[in-house]
Every structure is written in structure tokens, then in C-alpha cells.
């Protein structure tokens, strides 16, 4: 199973990106998906998590500004960022728990600068 992560980049302080997460794998529709990132020098951490049915639970520092959503169609996820802060600056993985299996996505750089 692969997760292909993109949509990072380089966005000033207050700024939007969206990120996207594809698997090719049919099981995605009924697999639960997550955003996690990891800044250097820190842990990796959840940033927010989404239901096959489309609930969604965001951690404290997304709440408000970050939005997941997933598409079945596409098999892809998704994660709108905006107002964006410095301490947004990390590489963001997607993660998918499926079939009893957890996979990783490669991550994919956001850096909040200005």
C-alpha cells in the first residue's frame, strides 16, 4: 500500500495550503485517515483524524484553522491549512489505518515564513 503526500510549500505567516493524501488502494473507503507532523528536533505528532463515515477530530493547535476531509471517489485526503503560524513548520505525514494494517505516507514540507 502507498500514500503519496503533497501539496506542501513555502506560505508566509496568515497564509492557506491545502495537502493531499492519494492511495491507489481500494481500501480506502472504509479506512480510517490521519494527518500527523513532525518538526525538527520534535516528536511527531497528530494533527487531525477522519472517520470513513467523515467524522472528524482535530488536535488543539488545528482546531479552527486546519480542516480534513477525504474524498472516496478520488481516494484522497485532505487538509486545508490556514492561518498559518511559524509553529505550523514541519514535514506532514499522512497515516491510514486499514484492513488491521497502519500505513505511512512519505511527508510532505510546509514552512511558515516570512
Known amino acids: 500500500v502507498q500514500l503519496q503526500a503533497s501539496g506542501g510549500g513555502l506560505v508566509q505567516p496568515g497564509g492557506s495550503l491545502r495537502l493531499s493524501c492519494t492511495t491507489s488502494e481500494g481500501i480506502f473507503s472504509t479506512a480510517i485517515m490521519s494527518w500527523y507532523r513532525q518538526a525538527p528536533g520534535k516528536q511527531r505528532e497528530w494533527v487531525a483524524t477522519?472517520?470513513?463515515?467523515?467524522?472528524?477530530t482535530y488536535a488543539g493547535s488545528a482546531k479552527g484553522r486546519f480542516t480534513i476531509s477525504r474524498d472516496s471517489a478520488e481516494n484522497t485526503m485532505y487538509l486545508q491549512m490556514s492561518s498559518l503560524k511559524s509553529e505550523d513548520t514541519a514535514a506532514y505525514y499522512c497515516k491510514m489505518i486499514g484492513r488491521g494494517s497502519i500505513y505511512w505516507g512519505q511527508g510532505t514540507q510546509v514552512t511558515v515564513s516570512s
Open positions: 477522519i472517520s470513513s463515515s467523515g467524522d472528524s
